[in-house]
Antibody, heavy 123, light 109 residues
Framework: QVQLQESGPGLVKPSETLSLTCAVS?????????WGWIRQPPGKGLEWIGS???????YYNPSLKSRVTISVDTSKNQFSLKLSSVTAADTAVYYC????????????????WGQGTMVTVSS | QSALTQPRSVSGSPGQSVTISCTGT?????????VSWYQQHPGKAPKLMIY???KRPSGVPDRFSGSKSGNTASLTISGLQAEDEADYYC?????????FGGGTKLTVL
């Protein structure tokens, strides 16, 4: 059974960099999914942050692109998120998820989700 | 790019059917057959209910169905049950971008 588990600090100071890791178990991260990050501010909707393929190919939400870096570590079967220059608006539950791939290589639906981790930006 | 547009809330009685719409543009919903729908109960992670516009993952009841016409996708839930009360989100591939809808709260009366 495939499982995803987010980890990282629950509190980050304004202007600093938020760093989270998603450990994948029960499935090789190199076996054919995109791996993505989605966030949800308290009481609000879902926002896609970005996704990465095991080769390292990435695509990001244009509204966050200047501050986001997603990387993959196939040796540890995990992928990571870094979001720089955070403000209170970045306070949210952050989810990692596995995103399927269509025959044409297009990323499709998020069919595996982690439980989510709450990150608060505050001094 | 802006999020896909969903109604903020819908409601229905047990046994009835409800439809939730998701309106985008020709660059996302209308341009690709990669619309997905997610159910989220309070405090829980989202769950995939529909992918590729109308396909159901294993384990999702056939009361849930999806469709698309032009730039608008729809999720229909028939035979409403109390446990269907949740937030629902649509999502679409949009060429190197994957926007979500703003979410719809389904209330089962």
């Amino acid at each position: 059974q495939v499982q995803l588990q987010e980890s990282g600090p629950g509190l980050v100071k304004p202007s600093e960099t938020l760093s989270l890791t998603c450990a994948v178990s029960g499935y090789s991260i190199s076996s054919g999914y995109y791996w993505g990050w989605i966030r949800q501010p308290p009481g609000k909707g879902l926002e896609w942050i970005g996704s990465i393929y095991h080769s390292g190919s990435t695509y990001y939400n244009p509204s966050l692109k200047s501050r986001v870096t997603i990387s993959v570590d196939t040796s540890k079967n995990q992928f990571s998120l870094k979001l720089s220059s955070v403000t209170a608006a970045d306070t949210a539950v952050y989810y990692c998820a596995g995103q399927g791939i269509a025959v044409a290589g297009t990323p499709t639906a998020f069919d595996i989700w982690g439980q989510g981790t709450m990150v608060t930006v505050s001094s | 790019q802006s999020a896909l547009t969903q109604p903020r809330s819908v409601s229905g009685s047990p046994g009835q059917s409800v439809t939730i719409s998701c309106t985008g543009t020709s660059s996302d919903v209308g341009g690709y057959n990669y619309v997905s729908w997610y159910q989220q109960h309070p405090g829980k992670a989202p769950k995939l209910m529909i992918y590729d516009v109308s396909k159901r993952p294993s384990g999702v009841p056939d009361r849930f169905s999806g469709s698309k016409s032009g730039n608008t996708a729809s999720l229909t839930i028939s035979g409403l049950q109390a446990e269907d009360e949740a937030d629902y989100y649509c999502c679409s591939y949009a060429g190197s971008y994957t926007p979500f809808g703003g979410g719809t709260k389904l209330t089962v009366l």
